[in-house]
Protein backbone atom coordinates (compact mmCIF):
# COMPACT_ATOMS: atom_id res chain seq x y z
CA UNK A 1 0.00 0.00 0.00
CA UNK A 2 2.77 2.26 0.88
CA UNK A 3 4.22 2.43 -2.37
CA UNK A 4 0.97 3.51 -3.99
CA UNK A 5 0.11 5.83 -1.42
CA UNK A 6 1.10 7.79 2.07
CA UNK A 7 -0.24 5.33 4.66
CA UNK A 8 -0.48 6.24 8.17
CA UNK A 9 -0.58 3.36 11.18
CA UNK A 10 -1.90 3.83 14.48
CA UNK A 11 -0.77 1.29 17.05
CA UNK A 12 -2.71 2.14 20.38
CA UNK A 13 -1.39 0.55 24.07
CA UNK A 14 2.38 -0.31 23.01
CA UNK A 15 3.29 -1.12 26.15
CA UNK A 16 0.74 -4.01 26.29
CA UNK A 17 3.16 -5.60 23.82
CA UNK A 18 4.13 -9.44 23.50
CA UNK A 19 7.66 -10.07 22.28
CA UNK A 20 5.69 -11.79 19.09
CA UNK A 21 3.57 -8.81 18.30
CA UNK A 22 6.54 -6.65 18.62
CA UNK A 23 8.29 -8.45 15.79
CA UNK A 24 6.08 -8.83 13.96
CA UNK A 25 4.63 -4.94 13.61
CA UNK A 26 8.69 -3.83 13.91
CA UNK A 27 9.45 -6.20 11.27
CA UNK A 28 6.59 -4.60 9.13
CA UNK A 29 7.90 -1.35 9.68
CA UNK A 30 11.09 -1.90 8.69
CA UNK A 31 10.06 -3.27 5.18
CA UNK A 32 8.17 -0.25 4.67
CA UNK A 33 10.93 2.13 4.66
CA UNK A 34 10.93 2.57 0.90
CA UNK A 35 7.30 4.09 1.36
CA UNK A 36 5.90 7.10 2.62
CA UNK A 37 4.36 5.48 6.12
CA UNK A 38 3.81 7.32 9.52
CA UNK A 39 3.25 5.57 12.15
CA UNK A 40 1.64 6.90 15.42
CA UNK A 41 1.83 4.74 19.13
CA UNK A 42 0.55 5.45 21.91
CA UNK A 43 2.01 4.00 25.42
CA UNK A 44 2.32 4.55 28.59
CA UNK A 45 6.12 4.17 28.50
CA UNK A 46 8.35 4.80 25.86
CA UNK A 47 8.92 1.44 23.39
CA UNK A 48 12.64 1.65 22.27
CA UNK A 49 12.09 -0.95 19.62
CA UNK A 50 10.16 1.81 17.76
CA UNK A 51 12.45 4.08 17.63
CA UNK A 52 10.50 6.97 17.63
CA UNK A 53 11.46 10.53 15.50
CA UNK A 54 9.58 12.46 18.07
CA UNK A 55 7.53 11.55 21.09
CA UNK A 56 4.56 14.28 22.76
CA UNK A 57 3.51 13.53 26.27
CA UNK A 58 -0.37 14.02 26.48
CA UNK A 59 -1.24 16.40 29.28
CA UNK A 60 -4.27 16.18 31.32
CA UNK A 61 -7.08 17.57 29.61
CA UNK A 62 -8.21 21.15 31.47
CA UNK A 63 -11.81 22.37 32.46
CA UNK A 64 -12.58 23.41 29.13
CA UNK A 65 -11.85 20.34 27.32
CA UNK A 66 -13.75 18.46 29.63
CA UNK A 67 -16.54 20.50 28.38
CA UNK A 68 -15.30 19.77 24.97
CA UNK A 69 -16.00 16.24 25.25
CA UNK A 70 -19.22 16.99 27.11
CA UNK A 71 -20.36 18.92 24.06
CA UNK A 72 -19.06 16.44 21.77
CA UNK A 73 -21.11 13.78 23.16
CA UNK A 74 -24.84 15.89 23.97
CA UNK A 75 -25.11 19.78 23.15
CA UNK A 76 -24.98 21.94 26.59
CA UNK A 77 -24.97 25.35 27.59
CA UNK A 78 -22.31 27.59 29.38
CA UNK A 79 -24.35 26.81 32.53
CA UNK A 80 -24.82 23.31 32.47
CA UNK A 81 -21.26 22.80 31.91
CA UNK A 82 -20.15 25.08 34.67
CA UNK A 83 -21.85 22.59 37.21
CA UNK A 84 -21.00 19.47 35.69
CA UNK A 85 -17.49 19.84 34.35
CA UNK A 86 -15.58 21.05 37.31
CA UNK A 87 -16.54 17.99 38.95
CA UNK A 88 -15.66 15.76 36.52
CA UNK A 89 -12.52 17.02 35.52
CA UNK A 90 -12.03 16.44 39.85
CA UNK A 91 -12.41 13.41 39.99
CA UNK A 92 -10.54 12.09 36.67
CA UNK A 93 -7.73 13.98 37.31
CA UNK A 94 -8.33 15.34 33.59
CA UNK A 95 -7.78 11.33 31.90
CA UNK A 96 -10.09 11.13 29.19
CA UNK A 97 -11.03 7.43 29.73
CA UNK A 98 -11.12 8.29 33.65
CA UNK A 99 -13.92 11.49 32.15
CA UNK A 100 -15.50 8.78 30.08
CA UNK A 101 -16.28 6.43 33.72
CA UNK A 102 -17.19 9.63 35.58
CA UNK A 103 -19.84 10.27 33.16
CA UNK A 104 -21.08 6.60 33.18
CA UNK A 105 -21.23 6.86 37.33
CA UNK A 106 -23.01 10.15 36.21
CA UNK A 107 -25.86 8.35 33.94
CA UNK A 108 -25.99 4.99 35.36
CA UNK A 109 -27.15 6.38 38.93
CA UNK A 110 -29.71 8.86 36.53
CA UNK A 111 -28.16 11.98 38.23
CA UNK A 112 -27.55 12.64 34.46
CA UNK A 113 -29.41 12.55 31.50
CA UNK A 114 -29.42 12.96 27.75
CA UNK A 115 -32.68 14.20 26.98
CA UNK A 116 -33.72 15.21 22.69
CA UNK A 117 -29.93 15.25 22.20
CA UNK A 118 -28.86 17.38 25.02
CA UNK A 119 -27.84 16.99 28.79
CA UNK A 120 -30.03 17.21 31.76
CA UNK A 121 -28.75 17.35 34.94
CA UNK A 122 -31.83 15.75 37.41
CA UNK A 123 -29.98 14.96 40.79
CA UNK A 124 -27.38 17.87 41.42
CA UNK A 125 -26.69 16.89 44.45
CA UNK A 126 -25.00 13.90 43.19
CA UNK A 127 -22.02 16.14 41.55
CA UNK A 128 -21.06 16.86 45.14
CA UNK A 129 -20.08 13.22 45.76
CA UNK A 130 -17.56 13.14 42.62
CA UNK A 131 -14.68 13.90 44.67
CA UNK A 132 -10.80 13.28 43.86
CA UNK A 133 -11.43 10.13 46.46
CA UNK A 134 -14.33 8.85 44.54
CA UNK A 135 -13.63 5.31 43.69
CA UNK A 136 -15.50 5.75 40.28
CA UNK A 137 -14.65 2.75 38.66
CA UNK A 138 -14.52 0.10 41.47
CA UNK A 139 -18.36 1.58 42.41
CA UNK A 140 -19.41 0.41 39.22
CA UNK A 141 -18.40 -2.82 38.99
CA UNK A 142 -19.37 -3.76 42.62
CA UNK A 143 -22.74 -2.13 40.71
CA UNK A 144 -22.70 -5.04 38.84
CA UNK A 145 -24.79 -8.67 39.06
CA UNK A 146 -22.69 -11.20 39.87
CA UNK A 147 -22.90 -13.09 36.66
CA UNK A 148 -21.32 -9.77 34.90
CA UNK A 149 -18.78 -9.60 37.25
CA UNK A 150 -17.65 -12.75 36.54
CA UNK A 151 -17.59 -12.42 32.82
CA UNK A 152 -15.23 -9.25 33.94
CA UNK A 153 -13.03 -11.32 36.06
CA UNK A 154 -12.26 -13.71 33.29
CA UNK A 155 -11.23 -11.38 30.30
CA UNK A 156 -9.26 -9.49 33.44
CA UNK A 157 -7.43 -12.51 34.32
CA UNK A 158 -7.80 -14.20 30.51
CA UNK A 159 -5.86 -10.78 29.41
CA UNK A 160 -7.66 -11.32 25.98
CA UNK A 161 -10.46 -11.62 24.39
CA UNK A 162 -12.36 -15.13 25.05
CA UNK A 163 -15.13 -17.05 22.97
CA UNK A 164 -18.74 -15.49 24.77
CA UNK A 165 -20.10 -19.26 24.56
CA UNK A 166 -17.66 -19.75 26.97
CA UNK A 167 -19.46 -18.12 29.31
CA UNK A 168 -22.39 -19.96 30.91
CA UNK A 169 -25.26 -18.40 29.06
CA UNK A 170 -23.57 -19.09 26.18
CA UNK A 171 -23.56 -14.87 25.38
CA UNK A 172 -23.15 -11.57 27.05
CA UNK A 173 -25.10 -9.60 28.54
CA UNK A 174 -25.47 -6.48 26.26
CA UNK A 175 -25.87 -4.08 29.11
CA UNK A 176 -22.09 -4.72 29.97
CA UNK A 177 -21.61 -3.40 26.22
CA UNK A 178 -24.00 -0.64 26.59
CA UNK A 179 -22.02 0.74 29.50
CA UNK A 180 -18.81 0.30 28.44
CA UNK A 181 -17.54 -2.58 30.33
CA UNK A 182 -16.97 -5.10 27.66
CA UNK A 183 -16.64 -5.01 23.04
CA UNK A 184 -18.27 -7.97 22.26
CA UNK A 185 -17.27 -8.88 17.99
CA UNK A 186 -17.62 -11.81 15.90
CA UNK A 187 -18.56 -14.08 18.53
CA UNK A 188 -15.43 -12.81 20.68
CA UNK A 189 -15.63 -10.52 23.84
CA UNK A 190 -13.23 -8.52 25.26
CA UNK A 191 -12.75 -5.74 28.30
CA UNK A 192 -13.41 -2.35 27.28
CA UNK A 193 -10.51 -0.74 28.65
CA UNK A 194 -7.39 -2.34 30.11
CA UNK A 195 -8.32 -0.27 33.49
CA UNK A 196 -10.85 -2.31 34.33
CA UNK A 197 -8.94 -5.57 34.46
CA UNK A 198 -6.22 -3.92 36.25
CA UNK A 199 -8.54 -2.60 39.22
CA UNK A 200 -10.53 -6.17 39.11
CA UNK A 201 -7.38 -7.89 39.52
CA UNK A 202 -5.77 -5.94 42.40
CA UNK A 203 -8.81 -6.98 44.69
CA UNK A 204 -8.09 -10.76 43.67
CA UNK A 205 -5.87 -12.72 45.79
CA UNK A 206 -3.34 -15.21 44.40
CA UNK A 207 -5.71 -18.27 45.13
CA UNK A 208 -8.61 -16.76 43.19
CA UNK A 209 -6.64 -15.61 40.18
CA UNK A 210 -5.29 -19.36 40.20
CA UNK A 211 -8.74 -20.64 40.41
CA UNK A 212 -9.94 -18.50 37.70
CA UNK A 213 -6.94 -19.31 35.09
CA UNK A 214 -8.15 -22.85 35.79
CA UNK A 215 -11.89 -22.46 35.22
CA UNK A 216 -10.97 -20.66 31.49
CA UNK A 217 -8.61 -23.64 31.03
CA UNK A 218 -11.34 -25.61 31.97
CA UNK A 219 -14.00 -24.13 29.74
CA UNK A 220 -11.84 -23.75 26.77
CA UNK A 221 -10.51 -27.13 26.58
CA UNK A 222 -14.23 -28.37 27.10
CA UNK A 223 -15.12 -26.27 23.59
CA UNK A 224 -14.53 -27.54 20.63
CA UNK A 225 -13.23 -25.96 16.98
CA UNK A 226 -10.97 -23.84 18.92
CA UNK A 227 -8.45 -21.85 17.37
CA UNK A 228 -4.26 -22.37 17.74
CA UNK A 229 -4.23 -18.96 19.61
CA UNK A 230 -7.18 -20.24 22.20
CA UNK A 231 -5.61 -23.47 22.74
CA UNK A 232 -2.16 -21.20 23.37
CA UNK A 233 -4.07 -19.28 25.72
CA UNK A 234 -5.14 -22.79 27.47
CA UNK A 235 -1.99 -23.50 27.78
CA UNK A 236 -0.49 -20.67 29.46
CA UNK A 237 -3.02 -20.66 31.59
CA UNK A 238 -2.63 -23.91 32.69
CA UNK A 239 0.80 -23.42 33.04
CA UNK A 240 -0.04 -20.25 35.41
CA UNK A 241 -2.47 -22.77 37.35
CA UNK A 242 0.15 -25.50 37.42
CA UNK A 243 -1.93 -28.35 35.96
CA UNK A 244 0.52 -30.31 34.01
CA UNK A 245 -2.09 -32.84 32.53
CA UNK A 246 -4.13 -29.36 31.54
CA UNK A 247 -1.20 -28.07 30.06
CA UNK A 248 -0.16 -31.52 27.82
CA UNK A 249 -3.48 -31.68 27.04
CA UNK A 250 -3.62 -27.93 25.39
CA UNK A 251 -0.54 -28.41 23.75
CA UNK A 252 -1.32 -31.98 22.37
CA UNK A 253 -4.15 -30.58 20.31
CA UNK A 254 -1.94 -27.30 19.31
CA UNK A 255 0.51 -29.70 17.70
CA UNK A 256 -2.77 -31.61 15.69
CA UNK A 257 -3.69 -28.07 14.50
CA UNK A 258 -0.08 -27.56 13.26
CA UNK A 259 0.94 -30.89 11.03
CA UNK A 260 4.46 -29.16 10.76
CA UNK A 261 5.33 -29.56 14.28
CA UNK A 262 4.57 -33.12 14.12
CA UNK A 263 7.36 -35.07 15.10
CA UNK A 264 9.03 -31.90 16.72
CA UNK A 265 7.07 -32.07 20.27
CA UNK A 266 9.86 -30.43 22.18
CA UNK A 267 11.00 -27.69 19.63
CA UNK A 268 7.02 -26.35 19.41
CA UNK A 269 7.07 -25.74 23.47
CA UNK A 270 8.53 -22.44 23.05
CA UNK A 271 5.88 -21.37 20.02
CA UNK A 272 3.12 -22.67 21.75
CA UNK A 273 3.56 -20.72 25.17
CA UNK A 274 4.66 -17.53 23.82
CA UNK A 275 8.00 -17.79 24.93
CA UNK A 276 11.75 -17.46 23.18
CA UNK A 277 13.72 -20.56 23.27
CA UNK A 278 16.12 -18.87 25.33
CA UNK A 279 13.85 -18.32 27.77
CA UNK A 280 13.99 -22.62 28.32
CA UNK A 281 17.19 -23.32 30.49
CA UNK A 282 18.85 -26.28 31.62
CA UNK A 283 17.93 -28.69 34.55
CA UNK A 284 17.57 -27.32 37.98
CA UNK A 285 18.31 -29.30 40.93
CA UNK A 286 15.52 -31.75 40.87
CA UNK A 287 14.68 -33.47 37.29
CA UNK A 288 11.16 -33.04 36.06
CA UNK A 289 9.16 -35.79 34.99
CA UNK A 290 9.50 -37.86 31.68
CA UNK A 291 8.11 -35.45 28.66
CA UNK A 292 8.38 -32.18 30.50
CA UNK A 293 10.55 -29.83 30.36
CA UNK A 294 13.17 -28.27 32.84
CA UNK A 295 11.59 -24.96 32.20
CA UNK A 296 8.18 -25.87 32.49
CA UNK A 297 8.70 -28.27 35.51
CA UNK A 298 10.22 -25.60 37.86
CA UNK A 299 7.10 -23.19 36.72
CA UNK A 300 4.91 -25.75 37.76
CA UNK A 301 7.17 -26.49 40.85
CA UNK A 302 7.09 -23.04 41.87
CA UNK A 303 4.73 -21.83 44.77
CA UNK A 304 5.06 -18.68 44.82
CA UNK A 305 4.47 -18.24 40.90
CA UNK A 306 0.93 -17.16 39.61
Known amino acids: LVEDHPQALLLDDLHRWDPQSEAVICGAIERCKIGRLLVVGTSRRLQPALHPGATHTL ?7 VESL ?27 QRVLEALHWLLERS ?30 IAALPADSVRVLRWLAVAEQPLP ?17 FVVVSD ?6 HETIGERIIAHEGAGAVRAIQLDI ?17 AGQLALKAKREDLLGLAFSRWVAKRPERA ?4 SGWPAFLGVTPDEITSLGESAPPPGVLPWIWRELADPDRV
Open 164 to 180: TRLFESGSIDPELERRG
Open 59 to 65: SPLTVEQ
Open 217 to 233: TRALLDTTMLTPAQLRL
Open 187 to 192: GQAALG
Open 70 to 96: LQGVADADGAMLDLIAPPIRGVSAGVP
Open 111 to 140: ALERQDGAWELVDPAALNRLTPETMVLEER
Open 263 to 266: GEME
